[in-house]
């Protein structure tokens, strides 16, 4: 039973994944699991340096292990899958299972395209509001921005399950992706999709039209700002504190834009899977990268710790 009187004939789908590529599965199957390994781990141990240093307990850091967070579980809820389906005969998904897939990869990505606004106003407050940021960016407000990013998500994604669970699947039952994203699920169903698509719209405008435009606000206002400041040393460190956000939000906005646009029909072709690629397995690896390698306060951490480690090293 499906939805209100709402039968499918459909118990599983066939994920199409890299199967068209037998030459290079290995090849490719040895580089996702090294990205999901290095996702993993890094996105893990940002988590746990910032919880573990007192001087990284600043609303930008608080953002930052819960985007950590987020990305562990974004690409946990589609890669595992692929990796365990690039060696099997028949590399099936059942259709309660695609449906839980679709739902919890929306809603990560739902929460973090939230969050990242959250950040660029936590940007925007530290430098266009110095002497004001730690009044404005107080404990209460940044749980409350969290819990609202995660809630939106939940809530957005929890709408468009009750959709997905009106649609009518009667065959054919064939994913040509790695994943069971929203395209490929209306391309296949047998019922109108004219309300899903309608609500999709609504929600791609309130999240991605509206979370777009707050960060560009916060990032012309934060433009604004840099270029009253005299110093060109005060100008390069006002630019440094927002420049790692600014390139993940514009790596995640462009690269999702781009596939989506690409496939909004519902028939991906190889081109648009290795495309996804990019925007749900290598960007939850490059996001610790972009906020660690030129920071110099993760740095300083990362030595503090190592510097621990040895004294208590000594010690034992």
Known sequence: MIGAGNLTDITQFLLLGFSDFPRILTLLFVTFLLIYIATLTWNLSLIVLIRMDSHLHTPMYFFLSNLSFIDLCYVTSTVPKMLFNFFQEWQTISYVGCIVQNFFFSTLGLSESC?????????????????????????????????????????????QLYTLLQLHFCGPNVIRHFFCDMPQLL??????????????????????????????????????????????RGRSKAFNTCASHLTAVS????????????????ASSSFDRFASVFYTVVIPMLNPLIYSLRNK????????????ACYFGHQL
């Open 115 to 159: 969050l990242m606004t959250a950040m660029a106003y936590d940007r925007y407050a530290a430098i266009c509001k110095p002497l004001l940021y730690s009044s404005i960016m107080s404990p209460t407000l940044c749980v409350h921005m969290v819990l609202g990013a995660y809630m939106a998500g939940l809530t957005a994604s929890l709408l």
């Open 187 to 232: 391309h296949l169903s047998c019922t109108d999709t004219f309300f899903v698509q309608v609500l999709t719209a609504i929600l791609t405008m309130v999240f991605g039209i509206g979370n777009v435009s707050v960060i560009i606000i916060s990032y012309v206002s934060i433009v604004v700002s840099i270029l009253k400041i005299t110093s060109a």
């Open 251 to 266: 790596l995640f906005y462009t690269s999702s834009i781009f596939v989506y646009l690409s496939s909004s029909s519902g």
């Open 297 to 308: 306060e993760i740095k300083d951490a990362i030595k503090r710790l190592q510097k621990n």
